[in-house]
Each structure stands twice: as structure tokens, then as C-alpha cells.
């Protein structure tokens, strides 16, 4: 009688298990697929280090100090009292577009821009006194925070 199954060992007794199929194939998909993963790393990796290290900016304590300018000297303490010293009227608006008053001789000004120029001529005295002044800081900046107001600037925006 003989055996119909196939031999499980070979002829030289070699009991190694199979080579699996296509080893270098796969080894070269996962290379592949490992590239396209990391490249955009690398090339990130690359360029950041390209960047030179730079020191801290400056020493923001002296920085700071040469902004302390004293009341003498700065010119925002004659606009905060222009500022306060400035009177306002709804009427008086239209003419503050300076294309209302172009070509307008002084004698011929109406009435209005007149009488308000002359209500707030301490605002203007002061504010004129100020800009004689070389330097001007509102807000110092080690005092600057991200709540702080500047209720002149924005009072004389309006």
C-alpha cells in the first residue's frame, strides 16, 4: 500500500518552515508608507533648524526707564488739561470737516466757529504749549497693561 499524502520533511531531513512569500516587497511598501509619514517632519525639522538662535531682545528695564519723561518735559500733561478745559457743543460738529471752512477768510467765519474758538482759546493756549514740547508719553511702558484707558486719545478721536 502506498501513501498518498505528500512527504512532510524533505529528502535531506531539513525541517526549516517555509520562506514567506515576497519578504522584500513588503519590506519595500512599509519603507515606503514609513517615508511619506515622516518627510514632512523632516523637512519641518530642517528648515526650523536653519533658524538661528537668537538672545533676549533687550533689557526691558532700561528700555522702560528712557520712557519716564518728566512732567516738565512731556507734552501729554498740557493735552490732558486742553482735554479737560475743552468745551463741546452738538451744533459746533459740522464744522469740524475742514472742507466746510476751506477758502473761508476769518472775517467772513460764521458766528459759531467763532464763539467756539474763543469759549476754548485756554484749550487751545494749552494744547499749543504742548506741542513746543520734544517728547510725549501717555502711558510708560512697564505702567501699559491691556485694560489700561486712554481716555485723552480717545476723547480727542471723537
Not at 519716564?68 to 460738529?93: C, F, G, K, T
Request: aromatic share 8%; hydrophobic share 35%.
Amino acid at each position: 500500500m502506498t501513501n498518498s499524502l505528500p512527504p512532510t520533511l524533505s529528502a535531506s531531513g531539513d525541517s526549516s518552515p517555509p520562506r514567506p512569500r515576497f519578504p522584500l516587497r513588503r519590506l519595500i511598501l512599509f519603507s515606503l508608507l514609513l517615508a511619506i509619514i515622516l518627510t514632512p517632519w523632516a523637512i519641518r525639522e530642517y528648515r526650523l533648524s536653519r533658524i538661528p538662535l537668537i538672545p533676549d531682545p533687550f533689557d526691558f528695564e532700561k528700555f522702560s526707564e528712557s520712557y519716564h519723561i518728566p512732567d516738565s518735559e512731556n507734552a501729554y500733561v498740557e493735552y490732558h488739561q486742553a482735554v479737560q478745559h475743552l468745551q463741546e457743543r452738538q451744533e459746533w460738529r459740522k464744522y469740524l470737516d475742514p472742507e466746510n471752512l476751506v477758502g473761508i477768510k476769518w472775517e467772513n467765519a460764521p458766528e459759531e466757529v467763532k464763539s467756539a474758538l474763543a469759549q476754548n482759546e485756554r484749550a487751545i493756549e494749552l494744547w499749543l504749549r504742548g506741542t513746543t514740547k520734544p517728547r510725549a508719553v501717555l502711558i510708560p511702558p512697564d505702567q501699559l497693561r491691556i485694560d489700561t484707558s486712554g481716555e485723552i486719545d480717545h476723547k480727542l478721536r471723537e
